[in-house]
């Protein structure tokens, strides 16, 4: 599967293609699709502490960003941009008409990210002891 995704690597760039016009978008792009409201936006579950949508997002996002670049010196610079830009797209918020930034959806992207380093970390971990 790794092999896959770093062969392809326009999926990784068309996911984050998608996750930035699903950002930027003035009101839900989604909503428009599934409920025919831009002003309703789709909830996959209820959130807790954080924004359980931008935690899904983030976390399959920096997953396929990962297994597309696997080697250590990608794997840095890609942290530092999924960080980066987790930042930057909900800072955006306040700019953009129909969005608003919120301490919750900043957190889910930071911890959609946090949480594929770890799984990462693990994997790597679990592969360094098989060799």
């Known amino acids: 599967m790794i ?5 392809y690597k326009f999926i990784f760039y068309l996911f984050n293609f998608l996750l930035i016009l ?4 003035p009101g839900s792009l989604l909503g428009c699709f599934l409920y025919n409201d831009c002003k309703l936006q789709p909830q996959i579950t209820a959130d807790f502490i954080i924004s359980t949508n931008h935690l899904y997002a983030f976390v399959l996002f920096s ?4 297994l597309t670049f696997n080697k250590s010196s990608q794997f840095i610079l890609l942290t530092f941009y999924l960080i980066f830009l987790s930042i930057t797209l909900e800072i955006l918020h ?3 008409p129909e ?3 919120e301490i919750p959806d900043l957190f889910g992207n930071l911890v959609g990210v946090i949480t594929a380093i770890i799984i990462f970390y693990f994997f790597r971990k679990n ?3 098989k060799n």
Do not use: M
Request: aromatic fraction near 36%.
């Open 99 to 101: 969005r608003s930034f």
């Open 94 to 96: 306040y700019v953009i």
């Open 127 to 129: 592969e360094n002891f």
């Open 3 to 7: 092999n896959f995704f770093s062969k």
């Open 63 to 66: 997953v396929v960003g990962y």
């Open 22 to 25: 699903l950002y930027l978008y």
